[in-house]
């Protein structure tokens, strides 16, 4: 070993249970539902992707209040909607009872799924599983699960969409744990290709985009800060002159992405649909 290498200090390594904790922690304030529910057609969109049966077993992961569980039970197949934060769950009950569809909900850590190998046909997570904090773990137990020829399939927010640019933008007010791999990347085919390229027979991945439709710029942040856990807890740690800081960067943000010219919010944010075919 060199002199110069032996000086050399060690990478940090990161907390990831700490992060984790924190993670839950940000989740389970205020209500994510409010915002999830308006994604409802990405859910949608990825079950057509993946041309589900009827009778395919599917988890899903990261389910959030439901989104693509309730797009799986709608085209008849035996859907499992998991999730860490049971206020979630209960969302996606109701929502689920509401319709009256047949769903089995569980408390599950994405990146300790309580399933044997091989237990189901299709595993879906839409902009769920990309928050975990160890990915690689997390990819590996959703390949785990899904039996060899069966499908994963995901919805997830590109770097340079706009809740990739809201992320990098919070983290420019509260920078993210050192060594912690950024949840945008999960959005590229590089990254997918890294951590499922043993584990796939086929790895497709094409661009889409969500359209967000608020009343105003002050509606959508509005919503933001209060029902959305990672912009709640960003203006939560910053005192006054941070969150006046941080409000007039997203409202930028909100004005470069913005397609409206009547006072409303259309904001087209890029996510990367992807379906995966375990080896």
């Known amino acids: 070993m060199s002199t110069s290498a032996a000086l050399k200090p ?3 390594q990161p907390d990831l249970a700490a992060v984790k904790q924190r993670q839950h922690g940000a989740w ?3 209500d994510y539902a409010v915002v999830g529910t308006t994604l409802q057609i990405v859910g949608e969109q990825l079950c057509e992707a993946l041309d589900l049966r009827a009778g395919s077993k599917v988890l ?5 209040n439901g989104n693509a569980t309730l797009a799986a039970a709608r085209r008849w197949c035996d859907v499992t909607s998991t999730d860490y934060v049971p206020a979630l769950l209960k969302r996606g009950q109701e929502r689920a009872a509401a319709d009256h569809l047949t769903v089995e909900f569980r408390e599950a850590d994405a990146e300790a799924l309580p399933f044997a190998d091989g237990s189901y046909d299709v595993v879906v997570s839409t902009f769920g599983v990309m928050f975990t904090p160890d990915q690689d773990k997390a990819a590996s137990e959703l390949a785990r699960v899904c039996k060899s020829g069966g499908k994963i399939g995901l919805a997830n927010w590109t770097p340079q969409g706009f809740i990739g640019q809201l992320f ?3 983290g420019k007010h509260l920078p993210p744990p050192a060594g912690v791999k950024s949840p945008a990347l999960w959005g590229t085919q590089a990254r997918l290709e890294e951590m499922f390229i ?3 027979s086929e790895i497709s991945a094409e661009p889409r985009m969500f359209v967000f439709r608020y ?7 509005d919503v933001f800060k209060t029902f959305y856990g990672p912009t709640l807890k960003a203006f939560a740690a910053l ?8 409000k007039r960067d997203l409202l930028a943000l909100l004005g470069e992405f913005n397609h409206a010219d009547d006072g409303t919010i259309v904001v087209h944010s890029e996510y990367l649909e992807a379906v995966i075919t375990k080896r």
């Open 10 to 12: 060690a990478a940090t």
């Open 28 to 30: 389970s304030s205020g």
């Open 60 to 64: 899903d992961v990261a389910a959030g």
């Open 168 to 170: 990098k933008t919070i």
């Open 198 to 200: 043993n584990k796939a």
């Open 215 to 221: 009343r105003s710029p002050d509606h959508w942040l």
């Open 239 to 246: 005192d006054e002159s941070g969150q006046a800081a941080l």
